[in-house]
């Protein structure tokens, strides 16, 4: 029986990022960045005030308090964007916005709530100004190259681009990015006992909601999801299915249910003479029985049939495989520390149990969320963690210390 690690690692070797495509900024949140991005300029790109206030030389207002003020003659008024030939000398002081450019000879700016000069919007700038506090060389200025000098990588690829990653790209002048493009999913239900979701329950029936819940998790990671429905447990109506994403050019095949030995799992029977199966059992609970093969050269997936399985089935084996094909630089997920609030007990396989984790007194606390059978997709909704117990761990007392992904 593999480990759930030696599985990754095999199916992670079938997978290789899509190609790129060149996308506008505002259509590259959330893509996968594929290229370094440089800049150009140095940023800040010129020396500029974070304070509106007073440009002038620090020496000047040393000593300075509220009832002895020093007072300055304002020889400018530097407006956000015009650094102009300006040259303060001693004893002088050019009133100065937020973001404008230092003037000559000054080193310093004073905030204008230290000084005796109005706050209100429109006042024009004054013929003096008294300074209350003094202020040190270099205070209140964000120098060039304070943040990043030209010449660097500011962005590296194989990141997921965020809002202020773009942000950053629009102060670079980089108005298009190469992106790889987003993986195709197709996805299907197997079952005779499923039905729609909008279809009446009849005896026997189920409602196919695995379709949505691996839809939606797999839309999340960044796919674009081909929905191909239900097949029947016949092998002309699985072939149709997996056909059907074949010619929608999908990178990647998930289904659910089916590839168990129940005498009507017949995926495991079509991906294996059509295609080539690789079936394993997993040393992992829920999801013990996962198949993993390529139909006509597609990487496919077949995920177990019960709801829970089929959740834990792609955060552990799809969501990585995903990752590595939408050009992400990998990274192990984020494991947090928690603490029992129960003694739980296991079989001794991997598990991933339903919790809920919340924070009391500064720690961590797991409690499981009601039975964990597979098929109890309630105790997923309920949680908003899975604890991992590692394998050859049967039993943990309460307060004992756990591993967890926050969901
Ligand atoms: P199977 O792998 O076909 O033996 O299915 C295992 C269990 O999962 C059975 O109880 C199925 O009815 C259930 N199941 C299979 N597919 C789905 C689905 N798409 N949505 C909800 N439950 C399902
Ligand atoms: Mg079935």
């Known amino acids: 029986m593999l480990t759930v690690s030696e599985a990754q690692q095999h199916i992670l070797s079938h997978f290789e990022p899509v190609e790129a495509q060149t996308l506008p900024l505002d259509g590259a949140a959330g893509r996968v960045l594929a290229e370094d991005i440089f800049t150009a300029i140095d940023l800040p790109p010129f020396d500029n005030s974070s304070m509106d206030g007073f440009a002038l030389q620090a020496a000047d207002t040393q000593g300075s308090n509220s009832s002895n003020p020093v007072t300055l003659t304002v020889m400018a008024d530097i407006p956000a964007e ?35 000069h109005s706050r209100e919007p429109g006042t024009p700038a004054p013929k003096a100004v008294s300074v209350y506090q003094p202020v040190q060389p270099g205070e209140n200025i964000r120098y060039r190259g304070d943040d990043i000098y030209a010449g660097s990588i500011v962005l590296a690829r194989g990141r997921h681009l965020r809002a202020q990653d773009l942000g950053l790209l629009a102060t670079l002048g980089v108005s298009k990015v190469q992106v790889y493009r987003s993986p195709r999913l197709a ?101 013990k029985p996962l198949a993993f093969g390529t139909y006509r050269g597609i990487p496919f997936f077949g995920l177990p049939g019960n709801p829970v399985s089929a959740y834990i089935g792609f955060e552990v084996f799809v969501r990585p495989a995903l990752e590595r094909l939408s050009g992400a630089t990998p990274r192990p997920r984020l494991r947090q520390r928690a603490r029992l609030a129960e003694p739980i007990s296991t079989d001794g396989r991997e598990t991933y149990l339903r919790a809920v984790v919340t924070e009391e007194n500064g720690a961590l606390i797991a409690r499981l969320t009601g039975h964990q059978g597979s098929g109890n997709l309630l105790s997923l909704v309920q949680a908003n963690a899975l604890l991992i117990v590692p394998s050859g761990v049967k039993s943990l007392p309460a307060n004992a210390e756990v591993e967890v992904w926050i969901l």
Do not use: C, H
């Open 187 to 287: 996805i299907f239900s197997s079952g005779d006992e499923l039905i729609q979701v909008e279809a009446p329950l009849s005896p026997g029936k189920i409602r196919d909601s695995n379709s949505y819940t691996l839809s939606i998790l797999a839309a999340q990671a960044g796919a674009e999801v081909i929905p191909l429905g239900i097949a029947l447990d016949e092998q002309a109506a699985i072939l149709k299915l997996l056909d059907l994403a074949v010619d929608a050019k999908a990178d990647l095949i998930v289904s659910s249910a089916g590839v168990s030995v129940g005498a009507f799992d017949f995926v495991k029977q079509v991906v294996e003479e059509q295609g080539r199966l690789e079936f394993w059992k997993v040393n992992m609970r829920p999801g």
């Open 82 to 116: 015009s650094p102009g030939n300006i040259v303060v000398g001693p004893g002088q002081a050019a009133r100065i916005m937020t973001g404008a450019p230092i003037p000559g000879g000054a080193d310093a700016v004073v905030k204008v709530e230290d000084t005796d």
